[in-house]
């Protein structure tokens, strides 16, 4: 039996995906508490035996969250189960932007959705974000190009080419971004923020593109970074992940980090890789 749960960020899109999964005939189930998809799939082996099955549960589930984690496990040990989990997330400007939009409340609070509220589920779901074998940002995706994303994901023929490197870029000085698998300090590198042509400038720029990566240092590193990302890819593909998001962080997140980041999404494209980039302090 096939069983995928989705779960993820309020209005991240998680209905967008079940609607997707329904379409492709998977018997699909909302907001259903953890504990219950056992007994779903013990009371589908008989005659009324289900081969595909699509599972959403999230913040809604309150304290039946708590029983995500053995669930899981079980899953993951029953050799008679292919059993993958998907997560969707955005940033916090699209949900706020869509919360807005759709003027719904959020569900761990009856006030207007904030940044702090998206934080404190971020938080809640960090372990089940862990366990994800796919994640999913939707920030900047139109309808169409979700279901393409979920066509590469769940209809692809080889488990290698479904597999996403998420790169991204930051500022130390606002912050870890909490849903990074690597983060790398590329405050080693000069920085063109004390050269004054330079300072008002961005990564994206050819100038500050050429004055971080005509460093020695940088060369260094990205050889032995890139290097080290192409080892490690199959090894989480053994694991059952199939997504690896870094994230390179420098002071302010507007020159090093950016080219850094510019730069090894340029080179694992180029090796036919699926890649997607953002930088958090340029939006």
Known sequence: MEVVIVT???????????????DRGYYCVDNIPPALINNFIELTTGARKIKKAAFVTDIRGG???????AVIENLKKDSSI???????????????????????????SNMP?????????????????????????????KVAEFNAEMSRIFEAGSEGKTFVLNVMSFGFKKGLPQET????????????????????????????????????VTKEFL?????LIRKEIPNYIKEGKYSLTI???????????????????????????????EHRELK
């Open 63 to 69: 304290d039946f969250l708590a029983d995500s984690k």
């Open 247 to 277: 994230a390179i962080g420098c002071t302010g997140g507007q020159h090093r980090s950016v080219v850094l980041a510019n730069e090894i999404a340029r080179i694992f494209r180029e090796e036919g890789r699926r890649v997607t980039l």
């Open 8 to 22: 993820g960020l309020s209005g991240a899109g998680k209905t967008k995906a079940i609607e997707w999964f329904e």
């Open 181 to 216: 698998d690597w983060v790398v300090d590329a405050r080693f590198i000069p920085n063109p923020y004390y050269v004054p042509s330079l300072k008002k400038l961005t990564g994206n720029n050819k100038k500050v593109k050429n004055f971080v990566l005509g460093k020695d």
């Open 82 to 108: 292919n059993f993958k989990m998907l997560f969707i997330e955005a940033s916090n400007e699209a949900l706020i932007r869509r919360y807005k939009e759709t003027r719904r409340m959020h569900p761990l």
């Open 113 to 141: 959705i904030t940044n702090a509220i998206i934080e404190e589920e971020k938080s809640i779901l960090s372990d089940l974000r862990a366990e994800a074998n796919y994640i999913i940002d939707t920030s900047r995706m």
């Open 223 to 227: 050889n032995r970074y890139t290097e």
